[in-house]
């Protein structure tokens, strides 16, 4: 079964890389030179932290001249905050920014929301996006789930589920990722299909259906196969 990381800052070297799956590497602007010579096989999203968003001016000007490399497949993380991070008056128009050039160039966004969904649906109503969004690290409540759903919204989850919720969204939406955590994306993925009630392989296999269907040139991660590698454990 092919494992997708949809949203990792966990950049790791070629020699020590895992070649079992494929990763969305999460970089900053500026960092994005770097990181695309140190890893030559996975993908990149790649833009400004709402944490950060304050004096961005010069990551933004750079953001605009690489976010059409074809190895950046997704735009962000993005987002609004309303705990950390500057006020909303500058958070929501470098979020803006971002929803532009994911609309222009036809890329998915990576969303981070943390207390700001009032606020992130009506930037969302307003822009009315034609691309994904995908909310990282979701862990929400049924009730909100409930609507993020209606509205459209593509979710990606990690070691901090609420199963409640993912019994509400529909498998074509959902993606998984391990983010800043110290989860392996192997383990990511037996909690979530545990949560959904469906084996691992057939869980890894919608999935592995979203990725091609929403990041078509993400590169194909050499096969997994559970069961061989107990029989290497043992």
């Not at 990792?8 to 890389?17: F, G, M, R």
């Not at 059409?68 to 909303?88: H, N, Q």
């Not at 979020?95 to 606020?119: D, Q, T, Y």
């Not at 862990?139 to 989850?157: A, C, I, N």
């Amino acid at each position: 079964m092919e494992l997708y990381d949809v949203h990792t800052h966990q950049i790791l070297l070629e020699d020590t890389d895992d070649p079992y799956h494929s990763c969305i590497l999460d970089v900053y602007p500026l960092e994005f030179e770097v990181a695309k010579e140190t890893n030559d096989r996975h993908a990149f999203s790649c833009g400004i932290h709402p944490w950060y968003s304050e004096d961005s001016e010069n990551q933004m000007i750079y953001l605009k001249e690489i976010v059409g490399d074809p190895r950046i497949v997704a735009i962000g993380e993005t987002g609004l905050d309303k705990l950390k991070g500057p006020s909303f008056d500058v958070q929501i128009p470098v979020f803006k920014e971002h929803i532009v050039l994911s609309e222009k160039l036809e890329k998915p966004l990576i969303i981070h929301c943390v207390k700001a969904w009032e606020e992130l649906l009506r930037v969302r109503d307003e822009a009315n996006p034609a691309q994904p969004w995908i909310l990282h690290g979701y862990r929400g409540k049924p009730e909100l789930t409930k609507r993020l759903v209606r509205e459209g919204f593509y979710f990606s989850v990690g070691d901090d589920i609420n199963v409640e919720s993912m019994e509400l969204i529909p498998i074509e939406s959902l993606f998984c990722e391990t983010d800043e955590d110290f989860m392996d994306i192997r383990d990511v993925y037996a909690q979530a299909a545990q949560a959904v009630n469906m084996e691992l392989e057939e869980f890894a296999e919608k999935i592995a259906q979203n990725i091609h269907r929403i990041f078509p040139t993400l590169k194909a991660p050499k096969p997994f196969d559970p069961e061989e590698e107990e029989e290497e454990e043992d």
